[in-house]
């Protein structure tokens, strides 16, 4: 069982940044592909970022890409999120996520991914 907190959310004015951290309860670096997804109000959970377990392969949303970036503190097992050049339509509660296959977390099949974090807020002021 993995468990997985965030932290890092809060409110931002556009333009700013914030970094998320995911914790994982066990060790992943070896194992789990992890990423981020975000769900807005009122709309779907959608995918925003992942890499592999080892964190040499990297996915982006098109509308975060360029503007977010995913990396892994393996001996800490903490994902992170560095969030810059934040938008108004960044605001969501965004997640943490993993499961031993990337492309499961690809696709974004929200029942089928193993594990997935409680989330944290972030809001973006215009």
């Known amino acids: 069982q993995v468990q997985l907190v965030e932290s890092g959310g809060g409110l931002v004015q556009a333009g700013g940044s914030l970094r998320l951290s995911c914790a994982a309860s066990?060790?992943?670096?070896?194992?789990?592909?992890m990423g981020w997804f975000r769900q807005a109000p009122g709309e779907e959970r959608e995918f925003v970022a992942a890499?592999?377990?080892?964190?040499?392969?990297?996915y982006y949303a098109d509308s975060v890409k360029g503007r977010f970036t995913i990396s892994r503190d393996r001996p800490k097992n903490t994902l992170y999120l560095q969030m810059d050049s934040l938008k108004p339509e960044d605001t969501a509660v965004y997640y943490c996520a993993a499961d031993l296959n990337l492309s499961t977390l690809l696709k974004g099949e929200r029942n089928v991914i193993a594990y997935w974090g409680k989330g944290t807020l972030v809001t973006v002021s215009s």
């Open positions: 066990v060790r992943t670096s070896s194992t789990y592909a």
């Open positions: 890499n592999n377990w080892g964190g040499s392969i990297e």
